[in-house]
């Protein structure tokens, strides 16, 4: 049990697009969280080239993409937090998309609370559901 704030994560994940954006008119991402942990995650994503070289970030600024589950006055969490962000990509984007192979996941988290030191517990049973979609819209040829 405790607190915790401004505890920075950074990750690394493999991203390919083989689609021919000639024919894409919008992508949208999609970031739907079913959160357990009484933790907040603000993060940017960065869409890198082979060589690690930015192309883009997925968002203006950083998103709380992770709401904290709310806690009982134990610090016990007692209620998931959904949280669904929609991220749409502008032309330029699109047309960089081909050239990403990696997207670099960088942000901060905190406990609920945690600035005004709020204690909350951790359980194994604990769990976060973590889904990520595209949707691609576009004019196929037949």
């Known amino acids: 049990e405790g607190l915790a ?44 080239d082979a060589n690690y070289n930015p192309l883009f970030n997925l968002f203006t600024t950083a998103e709380d993409v992770v709401k904290s589950a709310l806690v009982d006055n134990t610090g016990k969490v007692n209620q998931h937090t959904k949280k669904i962000t929609d991220a749409a990509l502008n032309e330029a984007q699109i047309s960089l998309l081909p ?39 576009g004019n196929v040829g037949l």
């Open 5 to 48: 704030y401004g505890f920075e994560l950074r990750d690394t994940v493999d991203f390919n697009f083989n689609e021919n954006i000639s024919a894409v008119q919008s992508i949208m991402f999609r970031i739907n969280v079913d959160n357990g942990f009484p933790v907040d995650f603000k993060t940017q994503l960065v869409f890198l």
């Open 99 to 137: 050239n990403a192979r990696y997207v670099l996941v960088n942000g901060v988290a905190q406990t609920l609370n945690a600035t005004t030191g709020q204690i909350v517990k951790f359980y194994d049973s604990y769990r976060l559901g973590l889904k990520i979609g595209m949707q691609v819209q």
